[in-house]
């Protein structure tokens, strides 16, 4: 069966690390998504890409980086982990059909990261 | 920007009782979408309105989007455990069901 895993599940590091939260899709969806949940925020949007070589800057990125390479991977780096970014982290895909679609996202199980 | 309340933050029903989680948005909505997460787990699709007045159903559960395209409320009907989790509702950003605004959710518990 198709699907979206993320790892690893649970991450503790320390500030100042660099940090790579993995993400693969076998649905060969186009688009990509990386969210963190925090109480009483919801999700929020930390980058997504529509597709090979596209990324895009979402609400939160500042201090995050994606890169796609292909079609089934959006790893998410943080590049010198804060404790600030202690979170969870869900990563998502969606297929295009060229307009407004079921607005299905498909999610992964999620990544707890703590930054000590 | 646009922003989306839910009510309650936290809910605690007896089992076979109904309830309602509500959001709101501060702008008209192209779409709404309802999401249902459990502990310690990603999020799964429930429903999608798009339509002023839509309703939809899923088993017990149904979804309605007011005739403003500004509300929506869920309501389950004769609650069970399995329903028990965080629901979650999104809009779609000016027309794009790519990236999607949240509520901060409705923590759902379920008493036996």
């Known amino acids: 069966d198709a699907e979206i895993t993320q790892s690893p599940r649970h991450k503790i590091t320390e500030t100042g690390r660099q940090v790579t939260l993995a993400c693969h899709q076998t649905w060969n969806h186009n688009n990509m998504f990386w969210y963190r949940q925090d109480l009483g925020h919801g999700l929020r949007l930390i980058h997504y890409?529509?597709?090979?070589?596209?990324?895009n800057k979402g609400e939160v990125s500042d201090g995050y980086s994606v890169s796609r390479s292909n079609t089934e991977d959006l790893p998410l780096t943080l590049e010198s982990a804060a404790s600030s970014q202690t979170s969870v982290y869900f990563c998502?895909?969606?297929?295009?059909?060229?307009?407004?679609?079921?607005?299905?996202?498909?999610f992964g199980e999620g990544s707890r990261l703590t930054v000590l | 920007s646009q922003e989306l309340e839910q009510s309650p933050q936290s809910l605690i029903v007896q089992e076979g009782k109904n309830l309602t989680i509500n959001c709101t948005s501060s702008?008209?909505?192209?779409?709404l979408y309802w999401y249902k997460q459990k502990y310690g787990e990603g999020l799964i699709f429930l429903m999608m309105?798009?339509?002023g007045g839509e309703e939809k159903s899923h088993e017990k559960i149904t979804a309605k989007l007011d005739e403003k395209k500004q509300q929506s409320s869920l309501h389950i009907t004769a609650s069970q455990p399995s329903h028990a989790g965080i629901y979650l509702c999104g809009a779609d950003n000016a027309g794009s069901n790519y990236q999607l605004i949240w509520g901060a959710g409705t923590k759902l518990i379920i008493k036996p």
């Open positions: 998502a895909s969606s297929r295009t059909s060229g307009g407004l679609d079921t607005g299905e996202l498909f």
């Open positions: 890409s529509y597709g090979v070589q596209d990324t």
């Open positions: 702008k008209t909505l192209y779409g």
């Open positions: 309105l798009q339509k």
